[in-house]
């Protein structure tokens, strides 16, 4: 199991370090990489999430991705409440950046790839479910997190999110049998194809224009990756194995809540001017860092399912 997900991990680094290179030769630009990111999030993961909806009606699956939901949820507060907790600084914008950086992960960009390599389409179903609570809580206390301000939550944004719309196009697919035709699901095939290596060549352009070893030095920054790689997942898959999660559920759940801080991070701190500098250091350092992290976690968690 070990020697199968570092294999997996493995070829994420090689497409990680093809666009590290692309982007150090200028094959890749800024221009290039915000479009292949918009590619990614507007029609690459929709569908890789509504293909994964695409399957026989089961009430053990409709249980299943309750199950997944509510975790998600519980982990999300978990989450919360220990960064708050854990992490203080002086400095009012960067303590938020430390702060969003441990809470969220990239369950979209980084985990549905590992998910779907290691445990097929029951893995993106499930994956999914993590998805929209990490859209749900990024849109709301994400925003008022980085902004100080309700205010500025838009539930409009939330709703007419294309991972949270894939999402429930799925989920009427699934609940009502809906038969979808060879020739829209070749489409989605094909696009699905696309969800390994776009997203781990845009991680290794974005890994191309950061300060590393600064982020390495940096005690906060350290302590939001350990908390965000390590201790946070570790502590979540405890408690799921607790209460009887075995499985590809408790698999699928682990690889989404052990994944990288999220590129909103980078995003909503420029937007909200707080430390953008460090955002960007911190999206790009953890997604360095869960190259050694994630193998044993995720072995941990097929070892105990």
Not at 29 to 57: H, Q, W
Not at 75 to 85: K, P, T, Y
Not at 93 to 112: Q, S
Not at 146 to 161: C, E, F, R, T, W
Request: proline share 5%; glycine share 6%.
């Amino acid at each position: 199991m070990f020697i199968n997900v570092l294999t997996q991990v493995g070829v994420l680094l090689i497409l990680i370090t093809l666009g590290f290179l692309l982007s150090k030769i200028n094959i890749i630009n800024e221009v290039g990489a915000k479009c292949m990111t918009d590619l990614v999030l507007y029609a690459v993961t929709p569908c890789v999430i509504v293909k994964s909806f695409i399957r026989p009606f089961e009430k053990s699956a409709v249980k299943g991705l309750l199950l997944s939901l509510t975790a998600a949820i519980i982990a999300h507060i978990i989450f919360i409440l220990l960064s708050i907790l854990l992490i203080k600084a002086k400095d009012i914008k960067r303590e938020r950046v430390l702060r969003f950086a441990a809470i969220f992960g990239n369950c979209g960009f980084m985990a549905l790839p590992l998910q779907e390599a290691l445990l097929g389409t029951d893995g993106v179903f499930y994956g999914a479910s993590v998805v929209a609570v990490f859209n749900l809580f990024a849109w709301s206390f994400g925003i008022f997190l980085m902004s100080g301000d309700k205010k500025y939550i838009k539930p409009k944004a939330l709703v007419l999110s294309p991972n949270i719309i894939a999402i429930a196009v799925g989920i009427i697919i699934f609940l009502f049998s809906i038969p979808v035709p060879d020739i829209i699901k070749t489409p989605l095939s094909f696009m699905s194809g696309l969800n390994t290596p776009l997203p781990m060549i845009i991680i290794g352009y974005h890994l191309s224009k950061s300060d590393i070893l600064k982020g390495l030095r940096d005690k906060g920054a350290m302590l939001s990756s350990f908390l965000k790689l390590i201790a946070l997942p570790l502590i979540a898959l405890g408690i799921m194995y607790i209460f009887g999660f075995r499985g590809t559920i408790l698999v699928s759940l682990t690889i989404a809540l052990a994944s990288p801080a999220a590129a909103m991070t980078a995003m909503f701190s420029a937007k909200f001017e707080n430390d953008t500098e460090l955002a960007a250091t911190m999206v790009s350092m953890s997604h360095l860092l869960c190259i050694l992290t994630l193998p044993p976690i995720i072995y941990l968690a097929e070892l105990i399912a």
